[in-house]
């Protein structure tokens, strides 16, 4: 039956395991723990919307808990898949569309090619449906390249905008490396990352507040990370990726008094003077747009620069590719912070841009 992997938000290594031993695809979150192998699809979330691939699924074996984004729910949901879910050890398992057929408290052997806990079957020969949804990750990470580095923003803008969210997570996944640590913040950044974040068997290790999504507490969860970090001397670096509303919201976890050890760590802030996240949803709508600004974008013009300052932590603005891979290659030690003006009126343009170049490049 053509089956999908889908691993959500601490799903672990295992959904990985799954996917590769029975020749499925594995839509894995950033945050699952499941990143990395052949089997992982890139930008999953724009080929479940066509027939051949997310249409042609039958049934979806869920691990961990995927929030991320509308067309996994709606997989979820649909009448003519079958949704399993396997919550090991029992935990509390989601099921948003109350539609999980099979509820399993431990994985079962098979499924991971043992047949008696010992024997490991090798795994699976690539078939025609791996291989469908192989070709169709691959070429639609290459348009997603290809149309970020097209420009900032695209034909017909302007050369002199800022960088783009998903060029600034496209960047910092690719500083990452494996043994280093990404905490990546709710809105935007974790699913840019999602999106763009293609890192074969290079993956990092990907930390997000998924619990309910929240934007606080984020620089504090990151001086967390990075403290226990000190304790771990197998970890490289440890960024995080925040948007600006995020980073602000908890502003005051940078302070840290002189008597307190100071982690390694760099917070990377797309700072687009407000929330964009609003611009791809609902909210966005041209119907919306004379309240949109103040009630959704809500701009606050905040100084970055200045906070940190009164914070003693270094702070550094960059408002091209280029200075941002400057920065992101050399982190220095303590805690600092890299500002990257983002543009945000075009969000939900470059969005569609996207999704339109790979539908085009798959047809
Ligand atoms: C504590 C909390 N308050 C409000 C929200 C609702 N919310 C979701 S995304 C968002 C905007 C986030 O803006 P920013 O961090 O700048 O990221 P962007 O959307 O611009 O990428 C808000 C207010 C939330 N998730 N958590
Ligand atoms: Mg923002």
Redesign the pocket.
């Known amino acids: 039956m053509p089956t999908a992997v889908v691993a959500g938000d601490g799903a672990g290594p295992v959904a990985r395991r799954i996917a590769e031993v029975n020749g499925w695809p594995l839509l894995a979150e950033p945050s699952s723990g499941a990143l990395g192998g052949p089997n992982a699809v890139p930008a999953y979330r724009l080929l479940l919307a066509r027939d051949e691939l997310g249409g042609a699924v039958r049934r979806a074996v869920v691990l961990g808990r995927p929030t991320l984004s509308r067309p996994v729910q709606a997989l979820l949901a649909r009448d003519d898949v079958e949704v399993l879910v396997i919550a090991p050890r029992g935990a509390t398992w989601p099921d948003a569309a109350r539609r999980a057929g099979t509820v399993l408290a431990d994985v079962p052997p098979r499924l991971v090619g043992e047949s008696d806990g010992t024997a490991v079957t090798p795994v699976a020969q690539p078939g025609p449906w791996i291989e469908r949804w192989r070709a169709a990750g691959e070429r639609a990470a290459a348009v997603i390249d290809a149309v970020l580095d097209a420009g900032a923003h695209g034909p017909g803008a302007p050369g002199d905008l800022p960088v783009s ?1 998903q060029q600034v997570a496209r960047a910092v996944a690719r500083a990452c490396r494996p043994g280093d640590v990404l905490v990546i ?5 974790v699913r840019d990352l999602d999106l763009v974040g293609a890192w074969g068997d290079a993956a990092p290790t990907v930390l997000a507040n998924r619990g309910l ?4 507490g984020t620089v504090s969860t990151a001086l967390g990370v990075a403290l226990a970090a000190r304790e771990a001397p197998e970890v490289g670096h440890v960024r995080a990726l ?5 980073f602000l ?1 908890d502003v005051g976890g940078l302070l840290g008094g002189p008597l307190e050890a100071r982690p390694d760590l760099q917070v990377v802030v ?1 700072n ?1 003077d ?4 609003f611009a791809t949803l609902e909210h966005g709508a041209a119907e919306h747009a004379d309240v949109f600004e103040r009630v959704f974008g809500t701009p606050h013009g905040a100084d970055l620069g200045s906070l940190c300052a009164g914070y003693g932590v270094r702070h550094v603005l960059v408002r091209d590719k280029d200075e941002l891979a400057v920065a992101l290659a050399t982190p220095g030690p303590g805690v600092s912070v890299v500002e990257v003006a983002v543009d945000r009126t075009r969000r939900r343009a470059l969005g569609e841009q996207i999704a339109a170049a790979v539908t085009q490049a798959l047809d």
Do not use: E, F
């Open positions: 969210g913040g709710s809105s935007n950044p999504a929240g934007i606080d925040l948007g600006d509303l995020t919201h797309a687009d407000g929330g964009s996240i």
